[in-house]
């Protein structure tokens, strides 16, 4: 059988194969670089989450205390926590939340304090629909990908479909979602062709689609080349006769 023909067979599979991925690739590029990546990353969805302590500390427990109230500490902060200083320590088991006038504890924060931090910091009009702790690996959304659970998760009823996720520990803003993110994240999932954890760009499949996409362009450029070397053989075939 000769090369030309086997060549032609398996430029049409390759060409049927590469060709539907790389239609993926160019859909899925074309959304990711229409949309603006901090409207993506949902950066209009907040507010005040970079706030000023107030100035008027001179009431608040002092850091010696916190520190032989939490031995374990690695580090000590304080912080603006729904517009009042606040302690977090961050320990080996996790970040604990104090506050900085009585020096109680708030965390794990419950579902009242996880929604009073959502709506503090949502910038949309819309009302918060729902509050759920999440706390089951079985049942954690991709979306929050290898985020580690507990978290509060905080939907509100606006057209993106806005959701916020807050540790109960820190009781600081994780992450947030929205329609569009959740979009870029399914055609980033066929643009990097990891359909399981839609992370790793380094996967095996992306390897053989990449190889065998350079086989397909390799081969057609033999085979344009050897149509013109045969066109140009008849040719001079037919001249001489």
Do not use: C
């Not at 194969?17 to 859909?27: D, E, K, S, T």
């Not at 302590?53 to 304080?78: G, K």
């Not at 939907?155 to 959740?182: A, C, N």
């Amino acid at each position: 059988m000769r090369l030309s023909f086997l060549t032609r067979k398996w430029h049409r599979w390759f060409a049927l194969f590469v060709g539907i991925q790389a239609l993926f690739w160019m859909i899925s590029g074309v959304y990711m670089v229409t949309i603006n990546l901090d409207y993506i990353h949902g950066d209009h969805l907040v507010k005040r989450m970079d706030e000023p302590l107030d100035a008027e500390l001179d009431e608040i427990v002092p850091f010696d205390e916190l520190v032989r109230r939490v031995p374990s500490a690695t580090s000590l902060d304080l912080v603006s926590w729904l517009g009042l200083p606040h302690y977090r320590a961050n320990t080996p088991e996790g970040t604990r939340l104090f506050d900085a006038k009585t020096g109680d504890e708030l965390s794990p924060i419950d579902a009242v304090q996880a929604q009073a931090v959502a709506e503090y910091h949502y910038a949309l009009p819309g009302k918060v629909e729902k509050v759920a702790l999440l706390e089951d690996e079985g049942e954690k959304p991709t979306e929050i990908q290898a985020r580690p659970l507990p978290l509060w998760q905080v939907t509100f009823d606006d057209p993106v479909g806005t959701t916020f996720y807050i540790s109960p520990g820190s009781g600081q803003l994780v992450t947030k979602r929205h329609e569009f993110w959740r979009i870029f994240d399914f055609v980033w999932m066929f643009h990097i062709m990891d359909y399981e954890e839609r992370a790793d760009m380094n996967n095996n499949l992306l390897r053989v689609v990449a190889l065998l996409g350079t086989i397909l362009s390799l081969s057609g450029f033999w085979l344009l080349f050897y149509s013109f070397r045969k066109k140009k053989k008849n040719k001079v075939s037919g001249e001489t006769a």
